[in-house]
């Protein structure tokens, strides 16, 4: 069959319009014709709700109930789950610490160490490429100096706050590791007079 024009798409629409036969997709005209063919018969019981609304909710009922007790019984027998139940909960405020100075001296030495792990990764990690120009360390060293900068805007916002203390120090840290790694890759007697 050639594909139809625009045209002859619409002569086909409004002839079958004027047949003033109801359309197949409606239920009434396919079920009187599939009674005339014998497919299907009238019910003789009338009936406010049919069986098969009656077969789908009793399946429904059925699902939920086994997908809860399936849920329930897995949740019992999960060593993860027991984990879980039996893990202690722990309020934030309460910690293991047994004063403010005590969390902020643990803070400050775990971001002092995370420092110096950082800077001895990128000195001394083989399996991770270095930067083979000094264009690269510029642009990491520009980008740590644009988090500085924000970094010191939000300290004189918020002085206290703890995470951006620890965000501008671990900033610093490592701009202090990315001189370093730029010092050596520059030739022999080459100073920085920037950054």
């Not at 599939?34 to 069986?51: F, M, N, Q, Y």
């Not at 019984?73 to 039996?86: E, G, H, I, K, W």
């Not at 264009?135 to 970094?151: G, I, Q």
């Amino acid at each position: 069959m050639s594909p139809l024009s625009e045209n002859e798409l619409d002569d086909l629409v409004a002839r079958e319009r004027e047949r003033g036969i109801k359309p197949l997709t409606e239920w009434s005209a396919i079920a009187a014709q599939l009674r005339a063919e014998g497919l299907i018969r009238k019910s003789d019981r009338p009936s406010l709700v049919s069986t098969t609304t009656w077969m789908r909710i009793a399946a429904s009922l059925l699902l939920v109930a086994g997908g809860i007790a399936i849920g329930r019984y897995t949740a019992r027998s999960s060593p993860q789950s027991n984990a879980v139940a039996s893990a202690p909960t722990t309020n934030a405020s309460n910690a293991n610490f047994a004063s403010a100075e005590e969390a902020w001296s643990v803070l400050n030495r775990a971001g002092e160490e995370y420092q110096r792990a950082s800077a001895y990764l990128s000195a001394n990690n083989t399996n991770v490429p270095m930067p083979s120009s000094p264009s690269m360390y510029r642009t990491r060293l520009a980008a740590l100096d644009n988090v500085m900068s924000d970094m010191r805007a939000a300290l004189q916002e918020a002085p206290q706050d703890p995470v951006i203390n620890q965000y501008y120090l671990a900033t610093v840290g490592a701009r202090e590791a990315t001189l370093r790694q730029l010092g050596t890759t520059l030739p022999p007697g080459a100073k920085l007079n920037r950054f």
